[in-house]
């Protein structure tokens, strides 16, 4: 694998090459199929190959791929009207990725302070442990040093405090405060869910000293932890909100969320993409919708996460050497290992399951939305076997 290769050396990629996906499964180009529970991380909320979008995506390309944001785009206002009637929202921009959306949400928040006479607000507290992209400014929103490092000074405005720490974000909070950004449950973190009290402190303090309370939903959004967003656990809405991965199924499409006060720094000219809202990327996007918002398709989402997590605290129990937690909501969860993770991570691949590496040593489950309960168990049946392998090796170790 350390062969030379024409692609830029950014990724440690594992000898894996999928030919193509059927729901929950891919297949290897030698044959082998795979169990999907990595999704993309996240993106392939509906599985692979998903007739609906599918037909979706043909259909569009048939008629128009591009049209640049120069003219109206119906499908962005079908999507915009959809998205907004079942959120907070009164105003969305579209983007190709995640860390587009939250670009845009930063912008947002910055505009809105100055176009009300403020432009000093600028500061944006986040959290440790945080994951907001890869671009200079959410590496910076980020605030991790490995993603820093060497790539000039960290573009000024971010400010970080521990998770879940009152104390300190009040002590953060200045008269050049901007707003607060959080993922409700961090992702790349180690499936760190926030307390919903916690979350509801923010909004207390964005009310009290008039931020902007921006939650980066990218991973948990779309019907992830069971609900449409993650938010709607919460009992608190925020004022802006980044969404992308799962809302494109596997097409590249984020959105930026806002409140029509929130938005209203953003007016023309201040803003724009030329990819964002591209027809292809709404119809996919519609697509996705109409499965997510089918009557009983969340119910089902929260059922599966029922037997995942049944499934998982029975392997806890047996295997206290190999898991040490299981976290998370609906189909967000993660298993924090005993052993180094990615020992666990490669015991499960050997088990033609795939899963996600996350930071705090856990090792993430994001299967597609659309996953049975018979498939459920069947990963469950393969973690399993990989918590065998584990601990025998660990005993024979030992003795
Ligand atoms: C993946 C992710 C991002 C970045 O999305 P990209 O599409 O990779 O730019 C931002 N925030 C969270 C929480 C994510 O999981």
Request: net charge negative; with cysteine.
């Amino acid at each position: 694998m350390a062969e030379a290769t024409p692609l830029f050396d950014t990724y440690a990629r594992a000898p894996l090459r999928f030919e193509r996906g059927e729901g929950v499964w891919l297949i290897a180009e030698d044959g082998t199929r795979y169990l999907d529970f990595a999704a993309g991380v996240a993106v392939n909320s509906l599985g692979h190959a998903h007739p609906h979008l599918v037909s979706a995506l043909k259909d569009q390309a048939e008629k128009v791929w591009h049209l640049s944001n120069l003219y109206e785009v119906p499908g962005q206002e079908k999507l915009a009207a959809r998205m907004t009637a079942v959120t907070f929202a009164d105003k969305v921009f579209f983007t190709n990725s995640g860390a587009e959306a939250l670009e845009c949400a930063i912008k947002t928040a910055r505009r809105y302070h100055f176009a009300k006479g403020q432009p000093e607000k600028f500061h944006i507290i986040t959290f440790e442990g945080a994951f907001h992209g890869r671009t200079l400014a959410t590496i910076a929103a980020g605030g991790q040093a490995k993603y820093l490092e060497g790539f000039g000074p960290k573009a000024p405005g971010f400010y970080q405090v521990p998770f879940e720490d009152i104390a300190a974000l009040k002590e953060a909070i200045s008269e050049e405060t901007a707003a607060i950004l959080i993922e409700p449950i961090q992702g790349e973190g180690g499936i760190r869910v926030a307390s919903k009290e916690f979350l509801q402190e923010l909004r207390a303090l964005c009310d009290e000293y008039g931020l902007l309370l921006i939650f980066d939903e990218v991973q948990c959004g779309i019907g992830r932890t069971g609900k449409l967003f993650a938010y709607e656990a919460t009992g608190i809405t925020p004022d802006i909100m980044a969404v992308a991965k799962g809302i494109g199924g596997g097409f590249p499409l984020g959105a930026c969320l806002a409140t029509q006060e929130a938005a209203a720094g953003m007016v023309a000219g201040t803003h724009g993409s030329t990819y964002g809202g591209n027809p292809l990327a709404m119809a996919v996007g519609n697509a996705v919708l109409d499965v997510v918002l089918e009557e009983g398709f969340l119910e089902h989402v929260r059922d599966v996460a029922l037997v995942f997590r049944q499934g998982l605290a029975s392997l806890q129990d047996r295997f206290p050497d190999v898991i040490e937690e299981v976290r998370g909501e609906g189909l967000m969860l993660g298993i924090k290992a005993k052993v180094p993770s990615g020992d666990l991570l490669k015991a499960i691949r050997a088990e033609k399951l795939l899963a996600v590496p996350a930071g705090e040593n856990v090792i993430r489950l994001l299967p597609p939305l659309i996953t049975t309960s018979a498939e459920a168990r069947e990963g469950l049946a393969r973690i399993e076997r990989a918590a065998e392998q584990l601990t025998s090796i660990k005993h024979k170790a030992s003795a």
